[in-house]
């Protein structure tokens, strides 16, 4: 079986859905390109800063396109097999993610750009304000665990790794030139995209040449990348978006971008064929079922909760026209369906003895992109040292955004204010995920594994759990306004089957750290379904 046909095929299902589905959707939520939207009336130069939808797609796309939907559909693959997983992107990316999303972003221009948290408190009250907050506080935590992990995973491979470091720290440097030139020097961005793109190809070819590794002297390699990276997320966390987060995610959209086309490009000239099985079965080789065990591990190739967090913490603040969210919420989260299939091909062409041998899913993706890149011309080693950039550079955008909000959180949970609130507020979200790096951890049967993949698990069943949650406040809002209610509602049915489903197992098979956070996550999620309930029930009388 031809790779391309397959792939050609989802990005066929994917372009239609967006022109009739999203098109609908938009429609039905009555987007007025002459309504004045929050990013347009507040303006602050900080948070509030308007952009147009072709560099605000870039930056949003870069916020939510994050591990996720590189290693949850090859994590899927090697569990069950790929027809599954891709199955599931589909359908999931356009009923399921896209619409979570664009009624997210959407929900929150229309409510003055608050976040989902806050417009969770406007529907439930203070209680279920409350309750939420600290579930996303969680969800926002376990994210920055599994990436900081994975990427300090990534940056001590031992025949790759210190190549992919040094481009790494390259490429965040260049962000903040390019954010400096923008802003402080007022270069025009029509000069500044092609030369500060040119010297992100300069930094992948670079890399490998003058490789980054930890001195010895700092133990572990991957404790110090883990700490590295943390204190990363703290700076990134403080300073304004104009100086990384906008820049950085700009650059990051077009060397995405570039992936993808690349990839895509690559995938259909090479004829590659499929040789990966399609099916492996309902119970993978650890006894784990893939309801809901599929459903929580491609998590954000085909629906994610921290889309929702991102679409209305920062990217509803930069929306310029209201139609611009069909694009950016909709079409972004398209985008990342595609990002999922791709990733999914790159394990396709391999054989199964392969797959197992390479082990992790950053070597499995580089492995497969360099293959599908190589075929238009382009030397296999400078191919591997592109996709494990592109493989650092979808973490990265993420890890700030998270720390990001998770400190905005915690802040409004506290009371703390200021610069002194700002800082103590970042130091306290990233001591848990410190912590949690730090540990000797143990997967179901026992085995000491990488932290990453212990709270990959949880990470997807509270990312999809907070998806679940998000739909189920966005199916009482558009109740309250007249509006499709059930677009929603279905959608979240079937996502708080399955995360209720995979926390429960959790709770009665993964060692005693595990349950105790899964059993919290069910309870606070419970409390919340009930809230709702009454509150629906309040509004009906």
Request: hydrophobic share 55%; net charge positive.
């Amino acid at each position: 079986m031809k790779l391309y046909a397959i792939v050609m095929g989802a990005g066929a299902l994917f372009l239609t859905a967006y022109f009739t589905y999203g098109r609908f959707l938009s429609r039905h939520l009555g987007l007025d390109p002459d309504r004045k939207t929050p990013a347009v009336e507040v303006n602050d130069g900080i948070d509030f800063v308007p952009a147009k939808k072709g560099f605000l797609l870039g930056q949003h796309f870069s916020a939510i396109a994050a591990a996720g939907p590189i290693v949850g559909p090859i994590l899927a693959a090697l569990y069950f097999g790929w027809l599954p997983a891709l199955v599931w992107i589909v359908i999931g990316a356009i009923f399921f993610g896209a619409v979570h999303d664009f009624s997210s972003l959407a929900g929150s221009v229309r409510s003055r750009a608050v976040s989902i948290v806050e417009m969770m408190g406007q529907t439930l009250g203070k209680t279920g304000h409350v309750v939420f907050l600290i579930f996303v506080w969680l969800s926002l935590l376990y994210v920055i665990t599994a990436f900081t992990d994975l990427t300090a995973s990534a940056f001590v491979d031992p025949e790759l790794g210190g190549g992919t470091a040094s481009s790494s720290m390259l490429y965040l440097l260049l962000g903040v030139l390019m954010g400096l030139a923008l802003t402080k020097f007022r270069m025009e961005l029509k000069f500044a995209t092609p030369f500060f793109l040119f010297l992100v190809m300069l930094s992948i070819w670079l890399g490998p040449h003058l490789p980054l590794y930890v001195p010895s002297f700092l133990g572990d390699p991957r404790t110090a990348w883990n700490i590295t990276l943390l204190v990363y997320c703290f700076a990134a966390s403080l300073v304004p978006v104009w100086i990384l987060l906008q820049p950085r995610g700009y650059l990051g959209g077009f060397f995405l971008y570039g992936t993808l086309f690349a990839g895509l490009v690559g995938l259909c000239l090479g004829g590659e064929k499929v040789q990966y099985p399609a099916f492996l079965g309902f119970v993978n080789g650890e006894g784990q079922h893939l309801f809901p065990l599929l459903f929580v591990t491609v998590a954000c190739g085909a629906c994610s909760g921290f889309h929702g967090i991102v679409c209305s913490g920062t990217t509803s603040k930069q929306i310029e026209k209201e139609t611009d969210c069909h694009l950016v919420g909709y079409g972004g989260m398209l985008l990342e369906g595609v990002v999922a299939v791709l990733s999914l091909a790159t394990i396709m062409i391999l054989a199964r003895s392969d797959a197992r041998s390479l082990g992790s899913p950053d070597r499995i993706y580089a492995e497969g992109l360099s293959r599908f890149v190589s075929h238009l011309g382009v030397p296999m080693d400078f191919a591997r040292s592109f996709a494990l950039l592109a493989f650092a550079t979808f973490i990265y955008d993420t890890l700030d955004v998270a720390t990001r909000l998770a400190r905005q959180i915690f802040q409004e949970l506290t009371g703390w204010s200021g610069a002194l609130g700002r800082v103590m507020a970042t130091a306290v979200c990233l001591l848990i995920p410190f912590f949690c790096v730090s540990l000797k951890v143990a997967d179901s049967s026992g085995k000491i594994v990488p932290a990453w993949k212990v709270f990959w698990t949880i990470f997807g069943t509270s990312n999809q759990l907070l998806a679940a949650l998000t739909l189920m406040m966005l199916s009482l809002w558009l109740w309250r306004n007249g509006k499709k209610w059930w677009l929603a509602a279905i959608p979240m049915a079937f996502m708080m089957a399955m995360t209720f489903w995979s926390l429960f197992l959790m709770v009665i098979t993964w060692p005693n750290l595990s349950a105790l956070v899964a059993l919290l996550l069910l309870g606070l999620a419970i409390l919340l379904t009930l809230i709702a309930l009454k509150t629906f029930r309040r509004l009906s009388l």
